[in-house]
Every structure is written in structure tokens, then in C-alpha cells.
């Protein structure tokens, strides 16, 4: 396991270049819950890209850089819509609280599309490392997206997860961080495990993955196979990066970015046509 501390300090770096068009604006009650609208100008119903921070669950920002700045760059000259979010940390919200608040954000967005200016029917959940956790999670139990109201997104992209097989992490040598992300109970490790919960076909995913950490890929195509073969569609891209490059490359490095626009355009034609 290479996962090393790179889990909770890759791209804690604030957010210089790109300036939201909509900053810090409320989804739900706490002051955690929180998002900021990368809109493109002009645009009254842009497809929309919500992205869900990293950080080992216990820390992290939808202004730093390296969730933010190249996406952005990349995609709102091309009429996509960027939205980074925050969400409850540990220890006030564990994983499966995390993923209730990525859900109401969803909701959130959804529900005011219109005043929003985003297209409520093309919307695409992503998120790194613990972020792409939780947006997982939400993929395994669709249940958490229908109470709060949300619809299922067109698709998943899951950006290095920082855990798809909860049970077989813990259940081998891991990082004391998942000791306080998911507890010592196999019930409650089994509950917030994509692998464990995914019962049903989902929406499409595609599971980026460091092939440079021991555990990513093969947790990345072990869920992606049991999605396929229970009838949903799902793909795997192992690159060769780090934890925190694949969350910062996004939107610069031209291969990776062209690989992850052709999932979405294959998506949507709203996404194909950007």
C-alpha cells in the first residue's frame, strides 16, 4: 500500500485561478454544506460536472486547487458547468452522513436548476479519493439519493477512491485513518462498502485508478465487474500517477482528459458536443 499521507494532503492547495461565478452558497442548514458555481457565461441550461473533494474524510476544501483550477479551465470554455461542494467532516459526520450530504447537494442543485442556470437532466457526479468514496457509495445505494429527493445522475467518475472493498481493508495492514473513517464494526464497514452494498445495475461508472498504490485498481475493477454483471455498464482507466495527479491533472494532462471526456460524451450529447 503506497496510499502514504498523500490521502490527506494531495491538493490542499487554495484556488487561485478560478473565481465562481456563485461562491459559498448553501445546499442545507449546516455551515459545512456549502457549494460554489462555476457557471459558463451566457449559458441558461449547461450540463453540469458536481465534484466532491478528497481528504480522508476528515478534512479538505471545494476551493483548493487541485480540485478546482484545470477542470475549470478546461470545461467552462467548452458550456459545462462546474460545481465544488463541502460536506460534514469526521468525527461530526461519518462516511455514510458524508455521502447523505453529496445526496442533498444534488438535490439542491436539481431542484433550483433553473435559477442555477444547469440542466438538471445532465449531471454527472465526480469525486477524488475519499470524495469518490462517497459518490460510490451513492452509486451502491441509490436509496441515499431518493430521500433526499435527488435523481440518479447520469453517470459516476471516480477519481483514485480512497475505498471501494471497505472489509478487505480492513481486514488487512491499513492507514490509522480508516480505523477512524469506518470503525471497528464489520457490520458498520460493510455498510459503508460500495462493493458490499452495489445490488443493482447503476448508472454508468468509469473508476479512475492509480496502478502506483497497490489496492486501487484491483478494488477499481472488482466493482466494476460486479456492476457489469449486474447489468449496468462500467469501466476502468488505471494510469500511471499518483493519488493526488490524478485528482490535479484532470483538465491539463491532454490523454487522461481526453479519455474522461469520451466517457461523458458517451453519456450525454450535451457532454459530446462541448
Not at 151 to 171: C, Q
Not at 247 to 261: H, I, K, M, S, W
Request: glycine share 8%; hydrophobic share 45%; charged share 20%.
Amino acid at each position: 500500500m503506497r496510499l502514504l499521507s498523500t490521502l490527506l494532503l494531495a491538493g490542499f492547495v487554495a484556488c487561485a485561478n478560478a473565481a465562481p461565478s456563485l461562491s459559498d452558497a448553501a445546499y442545507g442548514p449546516e455551515p459545512e454544506q456549502r457549494f460554489d458555481l462555476h457557471a459558463p457565461p451566457g449559458t441558461q441550461s449547461a450540463p453540469l460536472i458536481l465534484m466532491v473533494h478528497g481528504g480522508g474524510w476528515i478534512r479538505g476544501d471545494k476551493e483548493m486547487g487541485r480540485v478546482v483550477d484545470n477542470k475549470v479551465e478546461r470545461w467552462l470554455p467548452r458550456g459545462i458547468a462546474f460545481v465544488s461542494i463541502n460536506y460534514r467532516m469526521q468525527p461530526k459526520a461519518p462516511p455514510l452522513e458524508q455521502a447523505r450530504d453529496v445526496a442533498r447537494a444534488l438535490a439542491y442543485i436539481e431542484k433550483n436548476s433553473a435559477r442555477l442556470g444547469v440542466d438538471r437532466s445532465n449531471i454527472v457526479l465526480m469525486g477524488h479519493s475519499a470524495g469518490a468514496h462517497l459518490i460510490a457509495l451513492l452509486a451502491a445505494r441509490p436509496e441515499l439519493l431518493a430521500e433526499a429527493g435527488a435523481k440518479t445522475p447520469l453517470g459516476f467518475v471516480l477519481l483514485d477512491s480512497g475505498a471501494l472493498d471497505v472489509p478487505a481493508i480492513m481486514n488487512a495492514r491499513h492507514f490509522r485513518l480508516y480505523d477512524r473513517a469506518f470503525g471497528s464494526s464489520p457490520a458498520d464497514w460493510a455498510a459503508a462498502s460500495p462493493f458490499h452494498q452495489l445490488r443493482h445495475a447503476t448508472a454508468p461508472i468509469l473508476a479512475v485508478c492509480s496502478n502506483r498504490r497497490e489496492e486501487a485498481c484491483p478494488q477499481a475493477w472488482a466493482f466494476a465487474a460486479k456492476a457489469v454483471g449486474l447489468g449496468g455498464l462500467a469501466e476502468v482507466l488505471p494510469l500511471d500517477k499518483t493519488h493526488g495527479d490524478i485528482n490535479a491533472q484532470l483538465g491539463a494532462d491532454p490523454a487522461y482528459t481526453a479519455a474522461v471526456e469520451n466517457f461523458l460524451g458517451r453519456l450525454s450529447p450535451a457532454f459530446a458536443s462541448k
